[in-house]
């Protein structure tokens, strides 16, 4: 079979992998973690800062995850013992597991969005949207709709890399871009969105010097960029030699940075031409589940039209980021076990179908889940990834970086790599300091209720 072995499955072309490598990227992180980061740190201050992560540490640990996924043909356990040696295949291990864990609550939120998006086309927009959002996020339904949603993200992994995620997001991506775009010219025309804007994008440079925006700003960054976890690496390790790497590293980082930044043109808007700030800061995802359907609904039927292309865009995005969490982890059983594509990904939507039972009962458990897998373990990632990287296999990774890149780009690679080695450890260290210590207080928090 062509699942196992010697011939692997492979992206069938540039675009292909650039639009999946974003799909990957661009999801529930832009449009709810970021602008709900970005008016916790001060709007402007917070989009200054995450801008300057996504360059500074997004990019080199992009192309790590490249350079070792693309020399190592294989999901990141085996990646990783190829190109660095046998012990680094427990980071592989690690990005695996860490992958299950997000997939299965962001599968959760997830299904809200899918709800949501059906009740805008459907019926509309409930008048208390705080009530009902309390009602739907956790139980039956919750359960429900992120069982629906895997399903969906099983059926495409299952048929294959060409066959399934390129196809797939050589469509949607596209799609996602023109609604987002298309909301943003629309925002323009709302009476107060000026306010909006200004709180967006003027800096307040208190918060500019304040550590913990930036602590927030880079694991955001981490976030919404897909690394630590092995996600871009096991998409570069279908590609061949010709990729131009340090270019598509670049070029879905700024995809990135630019669907968030879009997407808070967006919602700042909307916020404040109702007078919703407040909502906002009240739990994570109040701005997009109970603040912004609650402007919607007090526009009537031009807020259910763009209401629901807010919340298809969402699913899209969510679709697009969660095959590349199930990937990571069917990638890593085909390779490590030898099984066909079929059973590996099957299993693998099974046991993140299963843990995902846990966060859609409980709220609670979701935002536990966030914090150790979505935080904590995704900085750990990534500062092992840049350390293996930048400066257990320096040599491999400059000869392989290089490799398929244009003269400009390749000469970027040595630059890029130096940043690896000695910018981005150090401050990925300070980050995962931090957020070690914030993850303890919120599991102590937990348990003693
Ligand atoms: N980047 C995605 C988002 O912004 C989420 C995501 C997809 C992810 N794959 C990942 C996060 C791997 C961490 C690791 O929504």
Known sequence: MATTGASRDAFGTRAGFILAAAGSAVGLGNMWRFSYQASEGGGAAFVLLYIGMTIILGIPLMLAEFGIGRRGQSAPVGALRRVVGPHSALVGWLGAVGSLLILSYYSVIAGWTVRYALEALFVGFPGDTGAHFGAVSAGGSAAAFHVGFMVATLLIVMAGIKGGIERVSLVLMPALFFIVAGLAVWAVTLDGAGEGYSVYLKPDVGDLMNPSVWRAAAAQAFFSLSLGMGAMMTFASYLDRQANLPQSATIVAYTDFGVAFVAGLVVFPVIFSFGLQGAVGASTVGALFI???????????????????????????????AISMLEVVTASFIDEFKVPRRTAATAAAILATLLGLLPALDTDVLGLMDKIAGEFLLVLGALLLAILGGWLVRKQMLEELAAGASPWWAAQVPRILAVLRFVVPPIVAAVLFFSARETVTTVVDFFRG
Do not use: Q
Not at 292 to 314: C, Q
């Open 291 to 321: 603040a912004l359907p609650s402007a919607f609904d007090a526009m009537g039927a031009i807020g259910r039209v763009v209401g629901t292309a807010f919340f298809v865009a969402l699913v899209v995005g969510a679709l697009t980021s």
